[in-house]
């Protein structure tokens, strides 16, 4: 940023506007037109008050200054990349950062706003969930081991109905178990993704269970070539985890 209000580099400034607000470091760049200030996205959202709407993110997340509204239905991107701001710099104490404290994050889970709404003459309360994958149905490729089947857990914690698969059936059927444990829906199909048939067989498995695919995450490693996809011919892909 180009420094407004006798800000310099080094200061912690607090960013708002009126959706929200959060800290941020000062570096200078002469190569920005005076009053423009950029800031990076990732960092992990870490309310100071977790059941408060608007509360300070201390950990510098800009995504709770633009607008909430998805790129599409699909990707649910943030599709505002600027917005007007304030900056001042921060008087206090600096508060802890606890977005890798898992304590913390359970308990900002526990503290989420509750909504009441009233339908035929009854009142319901449930917490906002930021994000719900509900009766939606995701292909994970990969995900008996590793980050498959990371993804697939965290999916199925969101609410989806989860197809593990990889190309041993005994490894699919043993991550099966896990899940059904858990009570979450779970279907196990073997397939290696090198295999047309198999892959097909992944589909119709799948649509026959549950009558549609939402959501395919292609996990499966497999680097055959390099190039444009579309050059790529079928018997490229002969391995794959």
Not at 137 to 163: C, F, L, P, R
Not at 185 to 193: L, P
Not at 218 to 237: Q, T
């Amino acid at each position: 940023m180009q420094p407004p209000r006798g800000l310099a580099a080094g200061d912690v400034v607090r960013v708002f506007n009126d959706r929200g607000q959060c800290l941020a470091g000062v570096r200078i760049d002469e190569g920005l037109k005076r009053g423009v200030v950029v800031m990076s996205t990732g960092a992990w959202y870490d309310p100071l008050v977790p059941a408060e709407i608007g509360t300070l993110d201390k950990h510098g997340n800009p995504n709770v200054l633009t607008r909430d509204k998805g790129t599409s239905k699909l990707t649910q991107g943030a599709s505002a990349h600027t917005c007007l701001v304030e900056v001042e710099r921060f008087a206090g104490a600096l508060p802890p950062i606890t977005a890798y404290d898992r304590r913390s994050s359970l308990q900002r889970t526990r503290d989420r706003p509750v909504l009441q709404t009233r339908f035929a003459g009854k009142l319901h309360r449930r917490r906002f969930c930021m994000f719900s994958l509900k009766d939606k149905v995701a292909v994970i490729t990969g995900s008996t081991k590793g980050i498959g089947k990371s993804i697939a857990e965290e999916m199925a914690k969101a609410g989806a109905k989860v197809v593990i698969s990889s190309r041993k059936a005994d490894a699919c059927e043993a991550v099966l178990k896990e899940f059904q444990a858990r009570g979450q829906e779970a279907i196990a199909i073997a397939c290696n993704v090198g295999q047309k048939d198999q892959l097909q067989s992944l589909v119709d498995g799948t649509l026959a269970k549950w009558g549609k695919i939402d959501i395919v995450v292609c996990n499966a490693a497999s680097n055959p070539v390099f190039g444009p996809l579309i050059k790529v011919p079928d018997d490229a892909s002969t391995r794959s985890c």
